[in-house]
């Protein structure tokens, strides 16, 4: 089995070889806010963190806290995308067999197990929180440091907005296939939210369960319209567009949280932008931690980077050895 | 200088630089702009003006109409006391150190800069994107009005997707 395989069985091995590190572009275990701890404005946690304001949350008596359900959805639906199931010899020899006789485009195919099942999870993962549960770091970032609400609202909004990231690059990938990718994990997104709905906040009617989720996805194409906007414009615009949907425009906005927003959206679109369509399509990419400085690549680094890159995937390509399932048509050079 | 009148000025260069923030391309229910320029006027002691310049006085209810809504049902309003405890804690009264207010002048002015857009550059690839490259161009000019779609136009959005 060689070490490029991560794409043969459905989701499995996928989901492992995700965990990966980010070489150049994530050259951020500098030490430079470790030792320095004076300049404060880094990374976006400790620009955040910096402030003197003591702004309170919005809400703090939380109306409506997201409790853990006995039977709490977990991150992965099916058995196929848990991180310890592994497909039977014979079913992965069949598949493979089934995507060579009919040529299946692997591109297309893919994009159920990468943006449906792992970029969704990422996504969700970041704002994810339980009333009675420690809050992860990424969470905490959100609703400690920012202070934001911790209701299910809130946490749509911190997903959408990491949504939002990855379909800026999804539009950067070949129209068809970048399409598809978005239309993935949109449809994952609510159909996570319905079970969500139903089994975490007990919605008990069907009624009210739709009228939520079409104010959800109003909500959705607002914030995604306007992140829009404000990224083919400027900055203010852009965190007008945070402060209106991730801030829920409250009135007294600490301007650092703000500037703290913008610092981790841009250092993550930085990320994104550097990765190839075969990387990113295949699921190689994770969001930086907001307590992580995204170093600038040097342009020397940035060709050692992309040599490596084709030199990788010219000899997955040429090598015979590699699955139909493998294969993918998608550059590897941008 | 006492701190409470560098307070003051530091809000007064705030609203100022709150000014030169673009104008919302189209109305929303909150305007950025419009809500901190009033929230920092009120720090920097300004009066705060309409559209026109006219000065908008903060008129307090009179004594009668304060009466009347209380003896109009049993809890004011039929508002609980809990969401009256409420109404009273979003507006509450900020305040400033001249610290505080110096990292929201510098942090705004980092924003409208671009600093962070400049420093992490992600060139054409992500602003013109290769699958669709006219998108933000097409949405820009929707929004200002500058091209408007015609029928033709949109049908071939909706039939080929870009």
Same mark, same amino acid.
């Given at each position: 089995?060689?070490?490029?395989?991560?794409?043969?069985?459905?989701?499995?091995?996928?989901?492992?070889?995700?965990?990966?590190?980010?070489?150049? !572009?994530?050259?951020?275990?500098?030490?430079?806010?470790?030792?320095?701890?004076?300049?404060?404005?880094?990374?976006?946690?400790?620009?955040?963190?910096?402030?003197?304001?003591?702004?309170?949350?919005?809400?703090?008596?939380?109306?409506?806290?997201?409790?853990?359900?006995?039977?709490?959805?977990?991150?992965?639906?099916?058995?196929?995308?848990?991180?310890?199931?592994?497909?039977?010899?014979?079913?992965?020899?069949?598949?493979?067999?089934?995507?060579?006789?009919?040529?299946?485009?692997?591109?297309?195919?893919? !994009?159920?197990?990468?943006?449906?099942?792992?970029?969704?999870?990422?996504?969700?993962?970041?704002?994810?929180?339980?009333?009675?549960?420690?809050?992860?770091?990424?969470?905490?970032?959100?609703?400690?440091?920012?202070?934001?609400?911790?209701?299910?609202?809130?946490?749509?909004?911190?997903?959408?907005?990491?949504?939002?990231?990855?379909?800026?690059?999804?539009?950067?990938?070949?129209?068809?296939?970048?399409?598809?990718?978005?239309?993935?994990?949109?449809?994952?997104?609510?159909?996570?939210?319905?079970?969500?709905?139903?089994?975490?906040?007990?919605?008990?009617?069907?009624?009210?369960?739709?009228?939520?989720?079409?104010?959800?996805?109003?909500?959705?194409?607002? !914030?995604?319209?306007?992140?829009?906007?404000?990224?083919?414009?400027?900055?203010?615009?852009?965190?007008?567009?945070?402060?209106?949907?991730?801030?829920?425009?409250?009135?007294?906005?600490?301007?650092?949280?703000?500037?703290?927003?913008?610092?981790?959206?841009?250092?993550?679109?930085?990320?994104?932008?550097?990765?190839?369509?075969?990387?990113?399509?295949?699921?190689?990419?994770?969001?930086?931690?907001?307590?992580?400085?995204?170093?600038?690549?040097?342009?020397?680094?940035?060709?050692?980077?992309?040599?490596?890159?084709?030199?990788?995937?010219?000899?997955?390509?040429?090598?015979?050895?590699?699955?139909?399932?493998?294969?993918?048509?998608?550059?590897?050079?941008? | 200088?006492?701190?409470?009148?560098?307070? *003051?000025?530091?809000? #007064?260069?705030?609203?100022?630089?709150?000014? =030169?923030?673009? #104008?919302?391309?189209?109305?929303?229910?909150?305007?950025?702009?419009?809500?901190?320029?009033?929230?920092? &006027?009120?720090?920097?002691?300004?009066?705060?003006?309409? +559209?026109?310049? *006219?000065?908008? =006085?903060? &008129?307090?209810?009179?004594? +009668?109409?304060?009466?009347?809504?209380?003896?109009?049902?049993?809890?004011?309003?039929?508002?609980? #006391?809990?969401?009256?405890?409420?109404?009273?804690?979003?507006?509450?009264?900020?305040?400033?150190?001249?610290?505080?207010?110096?990292?929201?002048?510098?942090?705004?002015?980092?924003?409208?800069?671009?600093?962070?857009?400049?420093?992490?550059?992600?060139?054409? =690839?992500?602003?013109?994107?290769?699958?669709?490259?006219?998108?933000?161009?097409?949405?820009? +000019?929707?929004?200002?009005?500058?091209? *408007?779609?015609?029928?033709?136009?949109?049908? &071939?959005?909706?039939?080929?997707?870009?």
């Amino acid at each position: 089995m060689s070490i490029n395989r991560f794409t043969s069985s459905p989701l499995p091995a996928l989901l492992k070889k995700a965990s990966f590190s980010y070489r150049g !572009a994530y050259l951020h275990q500098t030490n430079v806010f470790t030792q320095n701890k004076g300049a404060a404005s880094d990374s976006p946690e400790l620009l955040a963190k910096s402030s003197h304001l003591n702004s309170k949350p919005l809400d703090i008596s939380k109306k409506a806290p997201v409790k853990t359900a006995q039977n709490k959805i977990p991150l992965a639906h099916s058995k196929y995308e848990s991180s310890k199931y592994e497909l039977p010899k014979w079913k992965e020899a069949l598949g493979e067999l089934v995507i060579r006789t009919f040529r299946l485009d692997m591109d297309r195919v893919r !994009a159920g197990p990468v943006a449906g099942s792992y970029y969704y999870k990422i996504c969700k993962e970041q704002g994810l929180q339980y009333e009675d549960e420690p809050l992860s770091e990424t969470a905490k970032y959100f609703y400690e440091d920012l202070k934001l609400p911790r209701t299910f609202s809130q946490w749509f909004q911190i997903t959408i907005l990491h949504e939002w990231m990855l379909f800026v690059r999804m539009r950067a990938m070949p129209f068809k296939y970048g399409r598809n990718y978005q239309q993935k994990l949109v449809d994952r997104t609510f159909s996570d939210i319905e079970l969500r709905l139903f089994e975490e906040m007990k919605v008990n009617s069907g009624r009210i369960a739709d009228q939520y989720l079409k104010d959800f996805n109003t909500q959705l194409r607002g !914030a995604i319209f306007a992140y829009d906007e404000g990224f083919a414009t400027d900055d203010a615009t852009l965190a007008t567009a945070v402060w209106r949907n991730l801030f829920g425009g409250r009135k007294n906005i600490d301007m650092l949280h703000l500037e703290s927003v913008m610092r981790y959206i841009h250092s993550q679109l930085y990320v994104l932008s550097r990765l190839s369509d075969r990387e990113f399509s295949t699921g190689k990419f994770k969001f930086v931690p907001p307590g992580v400085k995204v170093e600038k690549l040097t342009p020397k680094q940035e060709e050692e980077l992309k040599a490596k890159t084709v030199a990788k995937y010219k000899a997955l390509d040429k090598d015979p050895r590699t699955l139909p399932s493998e294969r993918s048509k998608l550059s590897y050079t941008n | 200088m006492s701190s409470s009148q560098a307070v *003051k000025d530091t809000a #007064k260069k705030l609203v100022n630089l709150l000014e =030169k923030c673009p #104008k919302d391309r189209i109305p929303h229910l909150v305007s950025f702009k419009d809500v901190q320029m009033a929230r920092f &006027r009120r720090v920097a002691g300004l009066p705060n003006v309409d +559209d026109k310049g *006219k000065s908008i =006085k903060e &008129r307090k209810p009179s004594l +009668d109409e304060i009466k009347s809504i209380i003896n109009r049902t049993s809890g004011p309003l039929g508002l609980s #006391k809990e969401m009256l405890a409420k109404i009273q804690n979003k507006v509450v009264d900020e305040k400033f150190t001249e610290e505080s207010i110096n990292e929201q002048v510098r942090a705004l002015s980092t924003i409208m800069s671009n600093k962070f857009r400049n420093y992490y550059d992600v060139g054409d =690839k992500l602003y013109k994107p290769a699958g669709n490259p006219y998108y933000y161009q097409r949405l820009i +000019d929707a929004v200002d009005g500058k091209k *408007k779609e015609n029928f033709f136009t949109a049908m &071939r959005t909706v039939i080929f997707g870009k």
